[in-house]
């Protein structure tokens, strides 16, 4: 081709051209997605208070509160009115609960309703409501003064959470089995659920459940006449979508509305687990069928009345739980948007784990980045019977502050904050953001028996950095290891898991190993595997993937 002065303006001519078309589609498909970062030139926050609601917006989203209770009673975004369930009861959309009961008494659910309303905050940029109520000594509700926040900011297409709960020196005893924060999002909209990369799926309805069979226990029940036929002869229990504190980050529902060629994602994201009890490993509940979001501040599922929060008469009790982040994002395209949504939800968690502490919670019983401390240190492992005793480095170590007590007990503590990290390459760790106070240091390493606390007392001060140096962890032993029986790393994954009957599965989990002991009913396969008396195991002979159950079932 021969160049001259007239092809060159063309060919310029059409670079330009063709950068324009690219910037064009570019900003085609960011005005296509809707996600969540504070811009000001996004219209102000505004708020608008009647007698029996509260009304916050900011051009993104619009949230309605229940005066003076403080439930959610609607969240109108994208052209949804309301993502929350309407038809429900106004105190059965959006809402904190808490079971809890006196000493010797049965445990009781009780919602928690605010009986004062104040504004904390309010400008262009912010609005920050409480929702408050102090015990006037009635035995209807738990003797606790709770203080509800919420807080929508400018260019924020979600909602920060979180509660002050407190219990002074001069109020009766009380245990808490759980506190949580509940959203129930509107039945006809919301089908697929989200909570982790190899977790989601298309759901059944609350009614595909009544409809069903119900098996062993209430949450669990087989599918039998579903409104999606692709359901049908699937278990559906709650109890299979619960995750480990250190994973439960974010988790929610997906609306794909192929009327409109429009999808909606709401989602709870929990940027720190420092309020949640029983350390990094606790398994806890995330969403499901209702469709029903959770945050599970506090509980004693899977643990029972030893890790019950009880406070006793004159013991006083302060702690914030959260914020958290209800978030929700939209694409105008339905294929594929599932997986646009939630990498989105994903990216906006790591946005706020990088916000960690926030600065713009109002209370003073959140403790800002500029007051909380740091400790460095590096773990290594001792063992005399292990390369003659050479220090190991203690990589991968899971190594956490918690209030002092004895070895391993922090799987038991709920009433103080927990920060926990990974140990990195030769051991090396640091945790941030330790609010002040007293905590002992506690670690595990896979794959190294035993539990380490570090006997002395750390005391966090505002602004503190502690360096520990090396800390030596040796494993408990009386001698050498003569046999062992699967891997030291609190999980059962190495074991023999049976295969799930075929009536009675979860299809998500199937061809997925790591999922596989979610199943329902394996507990039964034991009795069958070993009908006449339990399992016996040959060192040196057996193998512990195929011949040591997984779980310790009573037979």
């Given at each position: 081709m021969v160049f001259t002065k007239k092809t060159g303006f063309l060919l310029l001519g059409g670079i330009i051209h063709f950068c324009f078309l690219l910037i064009r589609c570019a900003?085609?498909?960011?005005?296509?997605?809707?996600?969540s970062d504070v811009a000001f030139n996004n219209p102000e926050v505004k708020l608008h208070i009647e007698n029996k609601q509260i009304t916050v917006q900011n051009g993104i989203i619009r949230v309605t509160f229940s005066n003076p209770e403080g439930t959610i009673l609607g969240i109108s975004y994208n052209g949804i009115k309301n993502v929350l369930e309407g038809r429900n009861n106004f105190n059965n959309r959006g809402y904190f609960d808490i079971v809890w009961n006196s000493p010797g008494v049965p445990s009781k659910l009780w919602g928690i309703?605010?009986?004062?309303?104040?504004?904390?905050?309010?400008?262009?940029?912010?609005?920050?409501?409480?929702?408050?109520?102090?015990?006037?000594?009635?035995?209807?509700?738990?003797?606790?003064?709770?203080?509800k926040r919420y807080i929508l900011r400018r260019g924020s297409s979600g909602l920060y959470i979180y509660g002050i709960f407190e219990h002074p020196e001069d109020f009766p005893a009380t245990e808490i089995d759980h506190i949580r924060i509940v959203f129930k999002l509107q039945k006809e909209r919301f089908h697929y659920m989200a909570i982790a990369d190899d977790r989601q799926r298309v759901m059944p309805t609350a009614e595909d459940r009544s409809t069903g069979q119900r098996l062993d226990y209430d949450e669990a029940a087989l599918i039998t006449n579903p409104s999606n036929p692709q359901l049908q002869g699937e278990v559906d229990d709650k109890y299979q979508y619960s995750c480990e504190n250190k994973d439960n980050k974010v988790h929610g529902w997906i609306n794909l509305d192929l009327k409109n060629n429009k999808s909606v994602g709401f989602w709870m994201i929990t940027p720190s687990n420092e309020f949640r009890s029983g350390g990094p490993i606790r398994q806890g509940l995330t969403s499901h069928v209702g469709p029903v979001t959770l945050n599970i501040l506090h509980t004693t599922h899977y643990s029972g009345k030893e890790v019950t929060m009880t406070l006793h008469e004159g013991e006083p009790f302060k702690k914030?739980?959260?914020?958290?982040?209800?978030?929700?994002?939209s694409v105008s395209r339905v294929h594929h948007s599932e997986q646009v949504l939630w990498s989105d939800a994903v990216q906006q968690l790591s946005k706020e784990i990088n916000r960690w502490p926030y600065d713009f919670p109002k209370s003073e019983d959140f403790v800002p980045t500029n007051k909380r401390g740091r400790v460095e240190g590096q773990l290594l492992v001792q063992d005399r019977h292990i390369k003659g005793g050479t220090f190991l480095y203690g990589e991968n170590a899971h190594i956490g502050l918690a209030l002092p007590g004895d070895v391993g007990s922090w799987q038991r503590q709920s009433k103080g904050y927990q920060f926990w990290t990974q140990a990195a390459k030769l051991g090396h760790f640091a945790i941030a953001n330790i609010v002040p106070g007293d905590y002992n240091l506690y670690a595990w390493i896979p794959g190294v028996f035993g539990d380490y606390k570090y006997n002395t007392t750390i005391t966090i001060t505002p602004g503190c950095i502690i360096q520990l140096g090396s800390l030596i962890y040796n494993p408990p032993r009386n001698g050498p290891t003569l046999w062992e029986i699967g891997i030291p790393d609190r999980s059962a994954a190495e074991f023999h898991v049976p295969n799930p009957y075929p009536n009675l599965i979860n299809r998500l989990y199937i061809a997925k190993p790591l999922h596989k002991f979610r199943q329902y009913g394996l507990w039964k396969r034991y009795n069958e595997l070993y009908p006449n008396e339990d399992l016996t195991y040959t060192v040196g002979v057996s193998d512990y993937s195929k011949d040591w159950f997984y779980a310790h079932v009573p037979r």
């Open positions: 900003s085609r498909s960011l005005s296509e997605f809707k996600g309703e605010g009986s004062r309303f104040s504004v904390i905050e309010t400008n262009k940029n912010e609005v920050e409501l409480s929702f408050s109520r102090t015990w006037n000594k009635d035995n209807s509700s738990p003797p606790l003064n709770i203080d914030v739980y959260g914020p958290v982040f209800a978030y929700l994002n």
